[in-house]
């Protein structure tokens, strides 16, 4: 649990914040309300209807620094954007992780990152898995306890690439667990492998792709963390964090390949 100072030093976060905004923007900018009750995976939300910004205790408390460097400016961009550009705009610039949340978090000095990729395994609210089968292609589907109560009721539910022909059938109960969890629970040798991926080709030497691929395996050596690696891709090819993300991604996605 967070203590009274390490909140204190959020909420001081959070002015220091919407303090820089009001003078890169010209604007006034209110303080939001700071909220700790945050549940489940997600790591921040902003709600520009009641001006709050409300966290995750759970994984702030093992994630200091990256709350710091990253959620919370990415909440408090979220309330900027309402205020500089407006509440009710539509549009891809006024997405919510659009072109002027970009660019406010820019402003500020930080990467404007979409999603976080903390640990969630302590934080995580699994609801009751009930884990049923595709008669067809004996693919095992985890299901949640509203739909399994509705197909005790006499509904039916169907594997979506094996069309309406065969109804999933029940195999069991695997608790409060993720999805894929459940289904590793009730595997059985029966029970086809998919096909492997091909391993992506490696790409030409002296191509930028190559470049930020010997840089990710040499990181990946001493370090899993996505951060250092995107800036070390980024000051070894010279390009700013964004396009080096880009790469980490591809190289990441050629790795699992």
């Known amino acids: 649990m967070l203590s009274a100072e390490q909140k204190g030093q959020v909420i001081i976060k959070v002015k220091e914040l919407v303090a820089q905004i009001n003078e890169l923007y010209n604007v006034d900018m209110a303080v939001p309300k700071v909220q700790f009750s945050l549940k489940g995976r997600a790591a921040g939300i902003a709600d520009s209807s009641s001006w709050v910004v409300n966290f995750n205790e759970g994984l702030l408390v093992d994630n200091w620094d990256r709350y710091m460097e990253d959620t919370i400016p990415h909440e408090v961009a979220h309330l900027a954007k309402a205020h500089i550009y407006g509440y009710e705009r539509k ?15 820019r402003k500020l000095g930080y990467e404007p990152t979409r999603c976080h ?6 934080v995580a609210n699994h609801k009751t898995k009930f884990v049923y089968e595709c008669p067809t292609c004996k693919k095992l589907i985890p299901l949640g306890p509203h739909r399994h109560k509705k ?3 006499g ?3 169907f594997h979506s690439k094996c069309g309406r022909e065969n109804p999933l ?3 069991g109960c695997a608790g409060k667990v993720s999805n894929n969890k459940a289904t590793v629970m009730f595997q059985t040798k029966s029970t086809p492998k998919k ?17 930020a ?19 070390a891709i980024a000051n ?21 390949s």
Not at 236 to 256: L, P, T, V
Request: proline share 3%; glycine share 4%; charged share 30%.
């Open 169 to 171: 059938q029940y195999v």
């Open 91 to 105: 549009g891809k610039f006024h997405s919510p992780h659009g072109y002027y949340w970009k660019e406010i978090m």
């Open 117 to 122: 990729d903390m640990d969630t395994s302590k």
């Open 236 to 256: 070894s090819m010279q390009i700013d964090r964004h396009r080096a993300a880009g790469y980490y991604q591809n190289c990441k996605k050629r790795e699992e």
């Open 195 to 211: 096909q492997e991926s091909k391993k992506m080709k490696e790409p030409r030497p002296g191509t930028k792709i190559a470049h």
């Open 151 to 153: 197909i005790q009721q």
């Open 213 to 231: 691929l010997l840089i990710y395996r040499e990181m990946r050596k001493t370090t899993n963390n996505r951060q250092d690696i995107i800036s």
């Open 155 to 157: 509904s039916r539910y």
